[in-house]
């Protein structure tokens, strides 16, 4: 079991770690961040984290700060 | 009980926000670099040398001494810099018209010297920071604003491919071409780059690793969609390899 810190006013809303996530945890929000950018935001009701890190080595902008196992 | 199986880098400032684009690739190079220095322990014994680009201010970035070049000259500095101070670990981080377009003369004297330093060169085949003019690795056929009907070799050539020219140099000591479009690809560059860090840090020579990476603005492109196209196609023109490596024809 896992779990992710996003540091959602960090986040530019690309969308990567969405893409890189392999159990699919990570979705856009529908809630803007200071920058009025939609951040990515982690939901995982199952926890279904795996703890891999792969949202945040495919950040470009270190908004994915931790990530646990 | 849970741990902590990743965090934000040491070596990157607190909070050293990226000026960077949405899904521009500087951002994971920059991380990745970081997460070395902090495996290494170099925090306190690196210079960093920023070039002209869109990563010019790596000194908002990182938690590192930096000192800044003119645009293509940041291997001269870093020269300079690492036979002043010889047990300072020196890297240069430029991108590809900084490294390989205005800079190129600089960038291969300094394999062919041999010099105890480590290149990072960001090849995301644009002038990413003037508004996406063409540098010598832009793909033919590919629309900057200075080739607005692609890239004709006719008129403009072909493109140049750093990662083995700079291998050919006899004092390279490591040279590579990675790329950060996908979890393996990512853990890969990183690999590649310790590699070239390594060479450094046992005297081998020179060493260089180019990274493709994606400039979703002037590529005109959604961030994942430039992601996808650095595998898709840029791939087909600059390949991924290793294309020197003399740590592994030592061990052999
Ligand atoms: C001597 C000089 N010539 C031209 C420029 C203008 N200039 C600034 S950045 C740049 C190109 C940067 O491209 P690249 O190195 O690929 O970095 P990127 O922004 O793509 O990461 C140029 C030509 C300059 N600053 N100095
Ligand atoms: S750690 Fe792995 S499983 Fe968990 S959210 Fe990130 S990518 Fe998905
Ligand atoms: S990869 Fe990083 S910046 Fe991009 S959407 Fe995910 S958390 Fe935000
Ligand atoms: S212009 Fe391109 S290289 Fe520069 S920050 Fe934006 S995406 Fe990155
Ligand atoms: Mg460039």
Request: aromatic residues 8%.
């Amino acid at each position: 079991m896992g779990r992710i810190v996003i540091d959602r006013d960090v986040c530019k809303g690309c969308y990567l770690c969405v893409e890189a996530c392999p159990k699919k945890l990570l979705k856009k929000s529908q809630t803007p961040n200071l920058h009025g950018d939609f951040p990515a935001e982690f939901v995982d009701e199952k926890n279904e984290c795996i703890g891999c890190a792969m949202c945040a080595m495919n950040c470009p902008d270190v908004a994915i700060k931790e990530v646990y196992r | 009980m849970e741990t902590l199986v990743y965090k934000r880098p040491e070596s990157l400032l607190k909070d050293g926000q990226f000026t960077f684009c949405p899904g521009c690739g500087h951002g994971v190079v920059l991380r990745i670099i970081a997460e070395l220095i902090d495996e290494y322990n170099l925090k306190k014994d690196t210079i960093a040398i920023s070039s002209v680009g869109c990563s010019i201010f790596l000194e908002k970035f990182f938690d590192l001494d930096v000192a800044g070049a003119s645009h293509g000259r940041s291997p001269c500095v870093a020269t300079g810099v690492k036979r002043c101070k010889p047990d300072k670990f020196v890297f240069t981080y430029q991108g590809d018209g900084d490294a390989a377009t205005i800079g190129f003369n600089e960038t291969i004297h300094t394999a062919c010297r041999g010099e105890h330093i480590t290149t990072i060169m960001i090849n995301n085949t644009n002038f990413g920071m003037t508004g996406g003019q063409a540098s010598a690795t832009t793909l033919v056929g590919q629309v900057t604003t200075t080739t607005p009907k692609g890239r004709k070799p006719e008129l403009t050539g072909y493109p140049l491919h750093a990662a083995e020219i700079i291998a050919g140099c006899e004092g390279t000591a490591y040279a590579a071409r990675v790329a950060i479009t996908t979890s393996k690809n990512i853990r890969q560059a990183k690999e590649a780059i310790r590699k070239a860090f390594e060479a450094q840090i046992k005297g081998l020579g020179y060493g260089f690793v180019e990274v493709l990476a994606a400039c979703p603005t002037n590529w005109h492109m959604k961030p994942i969609e430039a992601v996808k196209h650095i595998d898709n196609i840029i791939e087909q023109v600059h390949p991924l390899g290793v294309f020197k490596d003399v740590s592994a024809q030592e061990t052999k």
